[in-house]
């Protein structure tokens, strides 16, 4: 039997994977936040998922104005890295695992997730940031990683609460798997950040510190912040924190804080990283 064992949130600053990409993590500006990664990385190779389905944000790469999915799921065996405009990452492609995407599809849309199915997705930093925050620079992913794409792009975006309930039925739908798989979900984009107007370079401390302690503690409180709420308190683009209650909503009730880093600046954004473990038993909450 599959389960949800395992949670990750993080920023996906792009420069956070830059500076992986070109040795730059021990440079002045940069070491304090990697340093608060290095617990991360030694959690995650003894975690050693199987899969991660990874709720991320396209930025124009896979998808355009032209087509804007709310929720897209891949299901191909392969996801090539996106070209952002400087050329592919270099960086491994991306290795799905298509019988568990397609169980998911299945049975989220028969669960009433009308998700959009994608057999080609190239994947832009929404995606490979957070791999790279996690795994440094392997020379293969050592899991199998199912895209789970989130408008957050263009208004308007799925509440809180509807990513909430999407993760609980990741949980359950998991559950139903009939492989052994231990399965991480993790919630990516985020923290405090805005990119553009009279507010750019907008952070939050102490909301996104609260934000933190919340989604350890009372989650439900978070799912309950509109779109105004979290745009002025989180910035335009701390609107991609709902993709972290995907990620909450599929560890069920109880869970254990592993390790938890923040940090301002990377680049524009505030950046976090929390890694839970569930300690429920149950497929349902
Ligand atoms: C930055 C942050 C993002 O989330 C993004 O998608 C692009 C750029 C930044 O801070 O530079
Ligand atoms: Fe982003």
């Known amino acids: 039997m599959a389960e949800v064992a ?46 991660i389905i990874l709720a991320y944000n396209d930025h124009a790469s896979a998808f355009d104005l032209d087509l804007i999915p709310t929720f897209a799921l891949g299901v191909a065996d392969h996801f090539p890295i996106a070209d952002e405009g400087y050329g592919p990452r270099p960086i491994p492609s991306v290795e799905g695992h298509s019988e568990l995407a397609w169980h998911l599809a299945e049975n989220l849309i028969l669960d009433g997730f009308d998700m959009t199915i994608c057999n080609h ?41 509807r990513c909430w309930d999407l993760g609980q039925a990741i949980r359950r739908i998991v559950h139903d798997f009939d492989e ?27 909301f996104d510190k609260a934000f933190l302690d919340r989604l350890v503690d009372d989650p439900e409180s978070l799912t309950r912040i509109s779109h105004i709420e979290l745009l002025s308190d989180a910035g335009s683009e701390g609107i991609e924190l709902v993709m972290w209650l995907i990620m909450r909503g599929a560890l069920g009730r109880n869970v ?5 880093h923040y940090h301002v600046p990377a680049s524009n954004t505030a950046a976090g990283l929390m890694i839970l473990e569930s300690e429920e038993h149950s497929a349902f909450l």
């Open 6 to 51: 395992y949670g990750v949130a993080t920023s996906h600053t792009p420069s956070i994977g830059a500076a992986i990409d070109n040795d730059r993590e021990e440079e002045p500006y940069w070491a304090p936040l990697f340093e608060g990664y290095e617990a991360g990385r030694k959690w995650m190779a003894d975690a050693e998922p199987d899969v």
């Open 180 to 206: 052994d798989l231990k399965v991480a979900v993790f919630g990516t984009g985020g923290m405090s950040h805005q990119l553009q107007g009279e507010r750019a370079g907008w952070v939050n401390t102490p």
């Open 256 to 260: 254990r804080e592993v390790h938890r």
């Open 121 to 161: 997705m190239p994947v832009d930093h929404g995606l490979t940031v957070p791999l790279s925050i996690m795994y440094g620079k392997p020379d293969r992913w050592p899991a199998k990683v199912i895209p789970l794409a989130v408008n957050v792009i263009q208004y308007p975006p799925p509440t809180g609460k």
